[in-house]
């Protein structure tokens, strides 16, 4: 059974500060903000290419909520990143599907950087080779 299986299951401890009939929220153990959260789906689903759509939606609707929720808690956060993992090499270390709810502070330490590769692709090209897979 997976982690989020026993944290659901009460075998393991957890911090949790919301729950419903499709997910639990908890304070995810590493903590890379101040209140950084887990929105973790009641029912095991691996990553984003399993879990039903209903649940999908609804944990985003509750990633909005825990947002508000923190904003409300701690004033001095000054936005969000709202971050999903799938499969090792995206990051994923927990094979049920969790998202991220991360507050950002002024001053935090965290880095999510991104890259601008804009002259080595093509948009007009890619955009056709996704398209075929529609
Ligand atoms: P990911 O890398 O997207 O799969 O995220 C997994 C997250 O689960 C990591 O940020 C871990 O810190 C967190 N985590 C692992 N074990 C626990 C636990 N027992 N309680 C709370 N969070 C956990
Ligand atoms: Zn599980």
């Known amino acids: 059974m997976c982690i989020f299986c026993k944290i659901l299951n009460n075998e393991i401890p957890s911090s949790k500060i919301y729950e419903d009939d499709f997910c ?4 995810d153990i590493s903590q890379a903000t101040k209140g950084h959260t887990l929105i973790i789906s009641k029912k095991h689903f691996s990553n984003i290419y ?11 609707v509750i990633a909005k909520k825990i947002a508000l929720m923190l904003k409300k808690t701690y004033s001095d956060i000054k936005g969000f990143n709202i971050i999903q993992n799938n499969e090792p090499k995206a990051g ?7 998202v991220h709810v991360i507050p950002r502070y002024e001053n935090d330490d965290l ?11 093509d948009l007009k090209a890619i955009q056709k080779e996704i398209k075929k897979s529609i």
């Not at 994923?92 to 969790?98: D, E, K, L, N």
């Not at 999510?112 to 804009?118: L, N, W």
């Open 24 to 27: 639990i929220a908890i304070l």
């Open 50 to 60: 399993e879990i039903e759509d209903e649940v999908l939606s609804h944990i985003h």
């Open 92 to 98: 994923q270390t927990v094979m049920h599907y969790h």
């Open 111 to 121: 880095k999510i950087e991104s890259v601008d590769h804009s002259d080595l692709y």
